[in-house]
């Protein structure tokens, strides 16, 4: 049976649809191959370059739509075979089918291969002429050899019109009608005059421009994830909040004020154009990320100041497209259409999607805020799926903030001491009303540079008098030198970190970040943070006639486009985006990372299973944002269990499906299944001072493994792929985890006694100087640690690694990437025996007479 158009029919329902269901045809003997392209007005403009081979319409999508210009390459991205009835389709597909939209026939006639045509598809280079519409001499080159990516071009000769643009200068002057005998006559209407076929068809309707403003939805700030089904949460990114909107292959960035921003942003709004994805908005955020892959704000201003270079446009909303307003339709059926656009694009341009985290409750919900705040970023947001997006502030976006932080009015400056050059600490405040009530200083945050620009930008806006109101109690205080102060015009707005207000209302350890121009100073009044109540009772209060029903999105199966980035299949598992960047310096890909593991799977498998399982994903790879996860929101996938909605793994077909989910970190509890309850190991982990020398370290290993042997236990030792080791002993499940944590904390409080030079059992980090931090908080209820053979999200793509005492030589450092994804194994093979073989049989119990000797 021929299957050349099974995918075709699979993606539709012909009930619903007048496309024709066809059918696979021989041609005619005398019958020239027919070409037809067509005008397909979806979700996302393009046209449909198809031609006949072998029986069926051999098709591809061009976003932009075939130029007669020889310098022009044009994107054909390879889509499913349609049958030949297809070159006579013309209508509207119906909402929520596959490809729903308006479709024209925008040319038609005949085409010749070069070559035999079926050969040159296969081999990616397809050199044709066509006599319709369109003439002359035409290649399509694919962009590799398992890429569905190919670029159509105009072979220079008579018929070649540089400049020449598919959507500005319309359909083809001498379109032709089909060549087919078989074909039935179009109707004489808006699409062209049968009787006439050379006569130029009209032009499509005009789209609906998208609008010239477009007012932003906001946040409001609350103090916990929110309760109840139907939110989605996302990274808080630190950068500047921008909607770009796109008409004409002209890119406008806007702040949500209405500012534009393509003079500072130049190289990106010029990045943006080249990649002709429509007319419409989209919402986002635009920052720079540092080598960790964590939007830094002041990296944003040095970019700004400098050649705008490194900028990046993260999309979070879809609000207007292609002539539709979208902003009634529910948040996830933005996003979906987002996602869309986006997918074709290559992973490191100037455009992403943003962050998503699977979070299914308010307690999952909470554990992402903590790991999020734990990795340095600046927080969550949570959006209710099936809302609009609406004006202004709103109670269906909500932000989780890491740290507290806001603007503030900048209103003077004391001048410097000390060391200090240009100036000492910034005084500020808050609008309220017609006043500025000064809120207090900032004196920290500064650099050098930071320095010299803030007194330039300063020195031109001095005054004599205090820009702060002095009518509120407490509020006039300025300082023990007030005379040292320098008043400005309170023009300049500055972000600010701080740890909270005094009883005076006044700022406390507040520290700048940096100078925000996209603001103005008249409308900074504070930000006030909702409680999860504040915004319950609101909810209660607003009622029924406020709730809007979400419209239902279209099946996953009629949305999910073709994979454009080919896939490998490794250890059974099918891997998307095998060449995707997962490491750089040096370069390590997403398919390296996976055959790393389906190599040491055998030998990682036994330190996993059994074992709760908690997971570092790095979808985008370690240069975007990372995220822990305890819980998987969806449906797990092969190999995969879940133990009280924990993740556990199975075999190996479950290690290597995480991986290809964007699994970089496996961190194991220290219990094993069915007792969760019951710890079945100690983990000490040796966290040093990084200036601390590898031999010093040898030293304070071998005092550890002295202690846990007099202890009773046998301790055996990893790398952890950072600056640090494991010393892990196998323990009888008899205690509860308070006991286990209890006598790590023992362990490693004593050392902190005896070997005080060495040693810290303190977990503040102001105390490590210097010094060991023994972490015995490992071994809690719900701790993890890092699982031997486990890639690390670091430089150099490390490993935590199993190895023998005797390797443990002060003059071959084992830290950070000695052992990495690329030499583990080769290192495992040639120890010719596993270290940790006798790991299961040395179980001991914990001595707790032991503890309290250690407490003595």
Known sequence: MNTRLETYRRKRN???????????????????????????????????????????????????????????KRLAVHVEDHPLEYGDFEGDIPAGQYGAGHVDIWDSGSWTPSSDPSRALDDGHLKFELDGGLKGEWVLLRTGKESTQWLLRKLDDEHAQPGHDAETDGAPPDAASDVSPAAPARKADAAGDASNPGKPRKAPPMRKPPPSSLPAQLATLVDRPPRGPGWSYEVKYDGYRILCRLEGGKARLLSRNGNEWNARMKGLADELQKLGLGDGWIDGEVVCFDDQGISRFQALQQALDGASGGLVFVAFDLPFWNGVDLRAQPLSERQRRLQELLEPLPADGPIMFT??????????????????????????????????????????????????????????YTEPSGARSYLGALLVGLRDGKKLNYTGRVGTGFTQATLKDLHGRLQKLHRKTSPFSTSAEGRGRYGRSSGAIQWVSPKLVAQVDYAGWTEDGLLRQ?????????????????????????????????????KRKAKKAPSSASATKANRAGRVVIGGVSVSH???????????????????????????LPHLLNRRVALLRCPQGTNATCFFQKHLRSEPPEGVTLDEEQVVIENARG?????????????????????????????????????????DIVIAARLVQRLMQEAGLVPYLKTTGGKGLHLVAPIKASHSWDKAKEFSRAMAAYLGREAPSQFTASVSKARRKGLIFVDYLRNGNGATAIAAFSARARQGAPVSMPVAWDELDSRHDLRAARFNIANALKHRQEQGGDPWQDYAASRKALRLSFQKELQA
């Open 655 to 695: 290690l290597l499906e995480l991986a290809q989910f964007g699994v970089i970190e496996f961190h194991t509890w220290g219990s094993s299944l069915p007792r969760a309850d019951r710890p079945d190991r100690i983990t000490l982990d040796l966290d040093p001072d990084p200036d601390i020398p590898w031999a």
């Open 578 to 604: 095998p060449e995707r960047k997962v490491y750089t310096k040096p370069d390590f890909s997403k398919k390296a990372l996976v055959e790393y593991y389906d190599s040491v799977a055998e030998f990682m």
């Open 14 to 72: 012909f009930r619903v649809t007048e496309e024709p269901r066809g059918r696979t045809s021989a041609r005619a003997a005398k019958r020239p191959l027919r070409y037809v392209i067509q005008r397909h007005e979806a979700r996302r403009l393009h046209y449909d370059f198809r031609l006949e081979i072998d029986g069926v319409l051999v098709s591809w999508a061009v976003p932009k739509g075939p130029s007669l210009d020889p310098a022009v």
């Open 510 to 546: 507040a520290a700048f970040r940096g100078l925000r121009d996209d603001k103005p100073a008249s409308a900074v009044t504070g930000e006030e943070m909702l409680t999860l109540e504040q915004l319950q009772a609101d909810s209660e209060q607003a009622g029924d006639g406020r």
């Open 355 to 412: 962050q998503q985290l699977d979070v299914s409750s308010d307690t999952e919900g909470a554990s992402a805020w903590t790991e999020a705040c734990r990795l340095s970023l600046e927080g969550l947001i949570c959006k209710k799926k099936d809302s609009p997006y609406t004006d202004g502030r709103s109670k269906t976006w909500l932000k989780l903030k890491c740290r507290p932080q806001q603007e503030f009015v900048v209103g003077g």
